[in-house]
């Protein structure tokens, strides 16, 4: 058996391995891209529903005392958050000053 005969028998069961592989890859990446895209509609569709069932529960099953208060608890809460983040800010930055203070000292001695 001569390197023709064996170029011309391997050549094509390569080049079929080859297409093969590109086919199998590009239908993997179809299914996938169809799965992904199923998987966004659903979560989109799950997303409406809960917005409308939150909104549905605080309409009817809720007063508007119960509402009101619940919007100042938030508030509340907000205000709260925003002044501790100040505070947080406020101390890292004397920390950062105190840092440097501390640097200069060591580099006059």
């Not at 590109?22 to 809960?50: A, F, G, M, T, Y």
């Not at 709260?80 to 501390?102: A, N, V």
């Amino acid at each position: 058996m001569g390197p023709e005969l064996l170029t011309a028998l391997v050549a094509p069961i390569i080049g079929g391995i080859i297409s093969f592989g590109i086919w199998q890859s590009k239908r993997n990446s179809i299914q996938i891209h169809d799965s992904l895209q199923s998987l966004h509609s659903c979560v989109h569709e799950v997303d409406k529903k809960v917005d409308s069932v939150r909104v549905d529960l605080a309409k009817n099953y809720t007063t508007k005392d119960e509402l009101k208060g619940h919007i100042e608890k938030e508030d509340d809460w907000h205000d709260k958050f925003s002044e501790d983040l100040t505070q947080m800010k406020e101390m890292q930055w004397k920390i950062r000053l105190d840092q440097l203070e501390i640097k200069s000292k060591m580099e006059e001695d």
